[in-house]
């Protein structure tokens, strides 16, 4: 295979094939071994329920290459453990954390040519995923299932990196109250195409969702999570149980806390009370931290810290988290797996 010619410091976020995936079969009540295989093409049956029934989840996930060559990944047992409840939410058979990680290693090691070098701000995506396959009609769980984990090199998701973005509130809902809002799964993404769409045409990011039971909370910003920080100074971010539970969320809320010495609280946003912020914020492993300028809501637009410059708490965050992604800064116990 041929050495890929990657422009490394324009790359956003968009689908780019490389050399080899990890693809593991279920059959019989139990997984394969698994192999490396070059068809980027699934051959599934036409009646396999991912495709009629949204019987699937998937993990993202990110490779970052360190100043001395080495490779970190960032907490990849808290996705193994994510992908495992989002499958049980669905019916699907889990895997095992152990084989979740050594998947990924094979994957990232099978296409280091596609690892953006240290300093070019760009990482290798990886996207593990789990689908139900095979004959099937009905409304039930497939008789088989794919594991498979592919990888793409990105730059930020959020074109500007930390230039702030505006966002406008949805008044659609992207999960139901006791739904799949807390699961990894395409059918909440299925749902938010639409309001994403709708949010991008007025010339906003994304959108804002509020809790689907009284929509006066703040629950996501688009396929981030949301953080703020009041004026006097505290890490703030929603709870609720149709929020996607984050590992960047997790890992800013033990920063804020450990490494900044914020007092840190998750309790409701009320959208209507956007003023008790001083900076926000949306946060996931490919927004990294995308510093909210302002938040149309109806006919009010809130501005936080700046339209234009991001504010010196969400800065500190993300040198933070950056630097312990790429190695330079000293990581919390057992936060940096190393691939080689
Ligand atoms: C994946 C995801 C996030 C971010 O989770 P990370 O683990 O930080 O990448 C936030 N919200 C939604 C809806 C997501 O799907």
Same mark, same amino acid.
């Given at each position: 295979m041929s050495r890929p010619n990657i422009d490394w410091t324009t790359l956003g976020f968009s689908y780019l094939r490389t050399d080899l995936r990890f693809l593991s079969h279920w059959r019989d009540g139990a997984w394969d071994e698994g192999v490396l295989t070059g068809d980027n093409c699934l051959h599934i049956s036409e009646g396999s329920a991912a495709l009629h029934y949204g019987q699937q989840c998937f993990e993202g996930l990110k490779a970052y290459r360190c100043r =001395?060559?080495?490779?970190?990944?960032?907490?990849? =047992?808290?996705?193994?453990a994510r992908l495992q409840r989002s499958c049980a939410r669905l019916l699907m058979p889990?895997?095992? /954390? !152990?084989?979740?990680? &050594?998947?990924?290693?094979?994957?990232?090691?099978?296409?280091?040519?596609?690892?953006?070098?240290?300093?070019s701000g760009g990482a290798l995506y990886l996207r593990?995923?789990?689908?139900?396959?095979?004959?099937?009609?009905?409304? $039930?769980?497939?008789? !088989?299932?794919?594991?498979?984990?592919?990888?793409?090199?990105?730059?930020?998701?959020?074109?500007?990196?930390? /230039?702030?973005?505006?966002?406008?509130?949805?008044?659609y809902d992207r999960a139901a109250p006791n739904g799949t809002g807390a699961a990894k799964v395409g059918g909440n993404y299925a749902a938010s195409l639409l309001p994403g769409r709708e949010a991008r045409e007025r010339g906003f990011g994304d959108c804002?969702?509020? =809790?689907?039971? /009284?929509?006066?909370r703040i629950e996501e910003v688009g396929s981030a999570n949301f953080f703020g920080i009041t004026r006097d100074g505290h890490f703030v971010t929603p709870r609720s149980p149709s929020i996607l539970p984050g590992v960047t969320r997790d890992s800013l809320l033990s920063l804020a806390r450990e490494r900044l010495g914020l007092e840190v609280e998750e309790r409701d946003v009320f959208v209507d009370r956007l003023d008790e912020f001083v900076e926000a914020g949306a946060c996931g492993?490919?927004?990294?931290? /995308?510093?909210?300028?302002?938040?149309?809501?109806? &006919?009010?637009? $809130?501005?936080? $810290?700046? !339209?234009t410059e991001v504010g010196p708490v969400t800065r500190r965050l993300y040198d933070e988290l950056t630097g312990i992604q790429s190695g330079d800064v000293e990581a919390p116990g057992g936060w940096i797996v190393k691939v080689e």
């Open positions: =001395d060559g080495s490779v970190n990944l960032f907490r990849p =047992d808290r996705n193994a889990t895997i095992p /954390t !152990e084989r979740f990680l &050594d998947a990924c290693r094979q994957v990232v090691l099978a296409n280091l040519d596609y690892l953006p070098p240290y300093g593990p995923f789990v689908i139900g396959v095979g004959d099937n009609l009905g409304v $039930h769980s497939a008789p !088989e299932f794919l594991f498979s984990v592919f990888c793409v090199p990105v730059g930020a998701y959020f074109k500007g990196g930390l /230039t702030p973005t505006n966002f406008v509130v949805s008044r804002i969702y509020l =809790d689907p039971e /009284t929509h006066t492993t490919a927004a990294v931290i /995308t510093p909210i300028g302002g938040i149309q809501n109806g &006919d009010r637009f $809130h501005v936080f $810290h700046s !339209e």
